[in-house]
């Protein structure tokens, strides 16, 4: 069974820089499409950027121009620049667009000054 493991998250000001790790137990990103989630207390999860098999990239309207993803071997990357409060959430990571893989436990991101 496929695990996904996020790190990188932590408490940062308005402005600033977070770079996210997704570690996938097997090669599975020439399989799937993989996509970066969040999910904000409150709130629905939302898939806010994603990465083809072939690697084209798409985002959400809420984050483009600011993140980037990336993948390289078994790891998914999410850069986030100029992070804004209302980028705080649990970030995921899972397949795209339908999350259909066991989840992890997410890594926290808040931003605040």
């Known amino acids: 069974q496929v695990q996904l493991v996020e790190s990188g998250g932590g408490l940062v000001q308005p402005g600033g820089s977070l770079r996210l790790s997704c570690v996938a137990s097997?090669?599975?990103?020439?399989?799937?499409?993989m996509g970066w989630y969040r999910q904000a207390p409150g709130k629905q999860r939302e898939l806010v950027a994603w990465?083809?098999?072939?690697?084209r990239t798409n985002y959400a309207d809420s984050v483009k121009g600011r993140f980037t993803i990336s993948r390289a071997k078994n790891t998914l990357y999410l850069q986030m620049n100029s992070l804004k409060p209302e980028d705080t959430a649990v970030y995921y990571c899972?397949?795209?667009?339908?999350?259909?893989?066991?989840w992890g436990q997410g890594t926290q991101v808040t931003v605040s000054s």
């Open positions: 899972n397949a795209a667009p339908w999350g259909s893989l066991p």
């Open positions: 990465i083809t098999s072939g690697g």
């Open positions: 097997g090669n599975i990103y020439s399989i799937y499409a």
